[in-house]
């Protein structure tokens, strides 16, 4: 029996082994692979136009909040409820 469990860690260890070495080996090609930035808008190259480009943020950002007060008020009520029911 101790050589079967033994057996098995073996398979398992070449296989974690084997998988880490084919990571090793190709995480180095998407750096490769990966392209440069594009040209910024506007074609003035000088670098004076923010990023994002003037992109509004404030409507998402209620959306966001909004969703995480509702998010944040459900997990409480389930909190209360199952304090109730014990």
Known sequence: ??????LIKMKTFKKI???LILILFLSPLAQLMAQG???P???SGTGDEPIGG???IGSGLIILTAL?????GKKLY???????EE
């Open 54 to 56: 003037n992109a509004p």
């Open 17 to 19: 082994t084997g998988l």
């Open 37 to 39: 930035p594009p040209p």
């Open 78 to 84: 389930d909190l209360r409820k199952e304090a109730i």
């Open 41 to 43: 808008p506007g074609g």
């Open 1 to 6: 029996m101790y050589n079967n469990i033994k």
């Open 68 to 72: 995480g007060i509702v998010y944040g």
